[in-house]
């Protein structure tokens, strides 16, 4: 089956977290900077600072390459690891 491009831009995530988070689940990083994991590809924007209101927080782009397949399950951990509530 043939993959697909899936992109998330992640406010207010540091991208070193993002980058930690896709290792732990078995990404290697190659020698362009792509995250490859089993069924698997992400690359990682350079982070952005993104004026909301009155403030400021990072943001990043992940962009995913997988077949559409795996791509629920995958976006689920994802959602679920990244999951946050604010006040």
């Known amino acids: 089956?043939?993959?697909?491009?899936?992109t998330l831009e992640m406010r207010g995530?540091?991208?070193r977290d993002l980058l930690e988070y896709f290792?732990?689940?078995g990404g290697?990083?190659?020698?362009?900077g792509t995250l490859i994991g089993p069924?698997?590809?992400?690359?990682?924007s350079d982070t952005w600072l993104?004026?909301?209101g009155s403030i400021q927080v990072p943001a990043t782009q992940v962009t995913f390459?997988?077949?559409?397949?795996?791509?629920?399950g995958i976006l689920k951990a994802f959602r679920l690891?990244?999951?946050s509530a604010g006040g």
């Open 1 to 6: 089956m043939e993959d697909k491009e899936y």
């Open 13 to 15: 995530m540091p991208r």
């Open 23 to 25: 290792i732990s689940i």
């Open 28 to 32: 290697k990083l190659d020698e362009r």
């Open 39 to 44: 069924n698997w590809q992400v690359d990682l």
């Open 50 to 52: 993104c004026q909301i």
């Open 65 to 72: 390459k997988v077949t559409e397949e795996d791509w629920t």
């Open 81 to 83: 690891r990244f999951l």
